[in-house]
């Protein structure tokens, strides 16, 4: 995974962040915001000025820039160190965010129990090759989460007509140059039960929800929205670590 990010990073950072985009100009984040704002409001996520917030997969920092005017503290964490180092370098002189380089694997790079108010992630659960790393952050951002935070996790939808549109999309990519028929852009998909018994377990209380508002010819985007309960009780080692 991380060899490929990195190569991604090098070759079009841009364009594997958010198809469609060559580089990383104003509009890309202008875009990023205004997608963190729509996505955070359908989750029933609001922003606060002393919460603070992870970000699994946070890319070259697209929408790790508004996150981090949203929200008192950002971790932002990634499995592609040349993606964290853009990142890095488009947020110079942020001061409330801090970076993680992670396995990829579902673990949390030292993120520990009870420490963040919010999880967000956008199109990057959706690469993740394995539905067991998938599962694996899932339960390790529900422990993450302190009573009462909020999760708002996009994964890929298992809907029949979303894995012919991905198909398709990939193939277009790739006959255009882009490495989209590789497993770490094609990730794997999870089943939502799956995911919200993962969740239960660690006291999240989560649904799925289909983004109404997709582009004619993208694959939906299914939502995992949910909070955690405040009586569950704390406890259980971090999975996989
Ligand atoms: C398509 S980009 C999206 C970045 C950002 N969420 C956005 O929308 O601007 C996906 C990002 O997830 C990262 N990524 C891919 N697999 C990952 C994994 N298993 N764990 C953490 N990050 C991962 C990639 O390196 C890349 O930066």
Redesign the pocket.
Known sequence: ??A???S??RQS?AW???TGHLAETDEFFRQ?AA?TDAFLSFCGVQPAKDATVL??????????RRLAELFGQVVA????E???QR?RENLAGLPNVAYRL?????TLGGVGEGEVDVVF?????Q???SAA?QLR?FANCARALRAGGRLAVQIRSSAPSAVVLSFMGNLAHRLQGRRTLDP?WR?SRVKGRAVLEVLRAQGVQATLLTWPHRPRWSPAHCWVAGAKLASHPAGGQPAGT
């Open positions: 995974m991380r490929y990010w990195d991604a990073a950072a594997y962040v958010a990023g997608e970000e699994v997969g946070c890319g070259v920092g697209r929408m790790t964490l990634d499995v592609s040349e993606m964290l990142c992670v396995e990829g694997d579902g992630s956008y199109v990057t659960f690469h993740v090759p790393a952050y770490s990730g």
